[in-house]
């Protein structure tokens, strides 16, 4: 779990201080050699050592108090929101996490040669991605890299964020150590402060839905023009600003996820239409409203993602997979 007080990130739940809070003492202890030999050390930098201990000590209490209220709570469950952002530290790393905001919210604007379609990743993952039951990137961090039946090995989160890229942004993944990437990372790293790493907080993914149940897309297709598209437009195009950026996000058609998406899925769309849609009305279908409406609209026409047929090359994909 990461947490940040001003602008030092410390790991939290482990019996030993974390490599960067490590670096961060002997850092510290460093200077304070150095200033105890130098006899020319200027009184602020003795200030700014002081306050630098001071924040490390914040920091290892704050630690020790979150860990004993979860030791002391262990039916506990973790809240999902968005932190105050009054909390994002006035540095680098701070900058690395507003931009990641930025692009979350503006992403076909801001990465044009990444994104094929005009989504922005907050197109499902709502509420700056942190909604309960909205695919949420709370926690993330402390749980990649982690095996992925899809891919049949482990993924790294850059690697997660840039199958996004490839399927639902319909575009093409970022440079792993690009400060795009370092951004993205940033911002689901403070989005996840006292979240403990390894636990998946409650209202990861989306809500459940019955997948025995047949879809009827010709049930879907009516539920659509009656619900959604007064949004979404007649044939799932979305509609759009003057400025081309949208007002509600396509969901079909050649400015939305390609059918390699998760969203392309039916059962997985439903659970997302289930607990969110229509906008505001969240869990007002049921679940075979839902599942009819999304076998509908994830049939409409969209782009192609290649090469779809190599995902789950060790079988067990989903009965809803698009091939």
Not at 43 to 62: F, G, N, Q, T
Not at 65 to 91: F, H, Q, R, V, Y
Not at 210 to 238: M, Q
Request: proline share 7%; glycine share 8%; with cysteine.
């Amino acid at each position: 779990m990461i947490f940040y007080n001003k602008d030092i990130p410390v790991k939290k739940f482990l019996a030993i201080p974390s490599p960067f809070l490590l670096a961060t003492i002997v850092a510290v202890g460093a200077t304070g050699i150095t200033a105890c030999s130098d006899a020319e050390t200027k009184a602020v930098d003795r200030v700014e050592e002081a306050e630098a201990l001071a924040r490390v000590k914040s920091l290892e209490a704050r630690a020790a108090e979150i860990k004993n209220d979860m030791a002391a709570n262990p039916g506990a469950k973790l809240n999902i929101s968005m932190p105050d952002e009054s909390t994002i530290p006035d540095n680098e790393y701070g900058a690395a996490v507003r931009r990641g905001l930025e692009l979350a919210n503006h992403t076909y604007r801001e990465l044009p040669n990444n994104v094929g379609n005009k989504l922005n990743c907050t197109s499902c993952h709502l509420a700056n991605g942190s909604e309960a039951y909205a695919a949420p990137w709370n926690g993330l961090p402390g749980i990649f890299p982690i095996y992925r039946s899809r891919d049949a090995r482990v993924n790294s989160l850059q690697e997660r964020v840039n199958g996004c890229f490839q399927r639902s942004m319909n575009g093409t993944p970022l440079d792993l150590d690009s400060e795009e990437m370092n951004a993205f990372i940033s911002y689901m790293t403070w989005l996840s402060q006292d979240m403990p790493i390894g636990v998946s907080p409650e209202g990861r993914g989306f809500v459940k839905v019955d997948n025995t149940l047949t879809p009827d897309p010709v049930k879907g297709k009516e539920i659509f023009a009656n619900t959604c598209s007064t949004c979404h437009g007649e044939n799932g195009e979305g509609q759009y600003n003057d400025d081309g950026t949208y007002v509600y996000p396509a969901v079909a058609g050649e400015n939305s996820f390609n059918d390699g998406a998760g969203m392309a899925r039916t059962y997985k769309a439903a659970a997302f239409v289930k607990g969110k849609m229509p906008f505001g009305q969240g869990n007002t279908l049921t679940d075979q409203e839902a599942i009819d409406v999304a076998s509908y609209f994830t049939h409409l026409p969209r782009p192609v993602k290649a090469n779809k047929d190599k995902d789950w090359p060790k079988g067990g994909a989903p009965v809803d997979v698009r091939r």
